[in-house]
């Protein structure tokens, strides 16, 4: 196990197979992992953090395109409920909120060509779409 600490008396216990889930920092903390050997590595958050939501999906999502970074088109209905439209289906979903937070890190190099984590988001929630998918079906008017 190894130890978290922050400028806010903030302390997390972590394995190295485990993430790391930290939120109430103020914006100019330093977090700093301290691995075998010393070895320290500094987590920074710079200003305003984006929050970002993890998508849950039921089975295989197939692609037929070259570009398989488009997955779908993510919508919200007036009651808030998400919807997801991918290719010619849609499912309707619902949000939760995790249990507890995640942070999402970016490494990069700093000015001396250490290595530093920088807090890139938050995510707080999940939209899970538990249902099969629906067929979307154009109607068709016959004169």
């Excluded at 920088?118 to 249902?131: D, M, Q, R, T």
Aim: net charge positive; hydrophobic share 45%; charged share 25%.
């Amino acid at each position: 196990m190894y130890t978290c600490c922050s400028s806010n008396r903030l302390a997390v216990n972590f394995s190295l197979t485990s993430f790391v889930f930290f939120h109430s920092l103020n914006a100019t903390d330093v977090l700093s992992f301290f691995f075998p050997a010393e070895m320290i590595v500094p987590i920074v958050r710079d200003g305003k953090l984006q929050e970002w939501a993890i998508i849950e999906l039921q089975g295989n999502l197939e692609f037929h395109y070259k570009n398989k970074c488009f997955v779908g088109d993510l919508h919200y209905e007036k009651n808030d409920t998400p919807v997801l439209i991918i290719g010619m289906h849609i499912l309707h979903g619902k949000e939760a909120m995790l249990p507890k937070p995640l942070a999402i890190l970016e490494k990069r190099k700093d000015e001396a060509d250490n290595t530093e984590y920088g807090v890139k988001a938050i995510v707080k929630k999940k939209l899970v779409f538990k249902g099969r998918p629906k067929p979307i079906v154009a109607g068709i008017i016959k004169n």
